[in-house]
């Protein structure tokens, strides 16, 4: 069942709401756990957008123009595991009452490097960014897109540290192409659903 919501927003709806997860700062900006917002970075710069905030906002977005649809693109300034303080917000104000249309996008250690997958609710997957949302919005029933950065090898390291160190420079061509891939994947759900988009790039 698709979670609905019916709070009041202001100005006109936008057909889609993608938060990018990651944590502020130039210290985070090229870490592996910022994947989703190097997505969003993508999005604007390839519909001349600009990532403004507001004094009471915990979020950086903007609304582009895509194929006559309004896209809603969102970075939090809070850190990765206090997502949920911006997106609740954001949802009220672009107006998404079907939670299907909020789509976050974050890292995701158990794919590998150069691998997506687009999928609506389940399991968090440990994400405490994810948990954050479901704990703001009180549901899990919104879609996400998983951008695959691998896993350290046995023994060297937790997880959590390898998230938060820079890539591989041989890693980097396949981070970009996926970033891309996952920009097109948004633009083509902003004027499908998230079956067909699934459909499509679930072998990306």
Do not use: C
């Amino acid at each position: 069942m698709v979670g609905r919501r019916n709070k009041e927003h202001r100005g006109t709806p936008a057909d889609l709401l993608v938060v990018g997860l990651g944590n502020p700062g130039e210290d985070y900006a090229q870490t592996r756990h910022n994947a989703g917002v190097w997505v969003i970075e993508e999005l604007v710069r390839r519909h001349g957008g600009k990532l403004t905030r507001g004094k009471r906002d915990h979020a950086a977005s903007d609304q582009l123009r895509v194929g006559g649809h309004r896209l809603a693109v969102a970075v939090p300034s809070t850190y990765m595991n206090e997502s949920g303080r911006a997106v609740a917000p954001l949802v009220r104000r672009f107006g998404i009452e079907d939670l299907s249309r909020l789509v976050i996008v974050h890292d995701e250690l158990d794919l590998p490097v150069g691998r997506l997958k687009v999928k609506f609710g389940g399991g968090l997957a440990g994400n405490n960014g994810l948990k954050s949302v479901r704990a703001h919005l009180r549901s899990d029933e919104f879609s996400r897109i998983r951008i695959g950065v691998g896993k350290p090898l046995p023994d060297t390291m937790k997880g959590a540290d390898y998230l938060l160190r820079r890539p591989a420079r041989s890693e980097r061509p396949e981070l970009d192409r996926m970033v891309g891939v996952a920009a097109d994947a948004i633009e083509y759900l902003v004027g499908s659903d998230i079956e067909a988009t699934m459909n499509r790039f679930n072998g990306s």
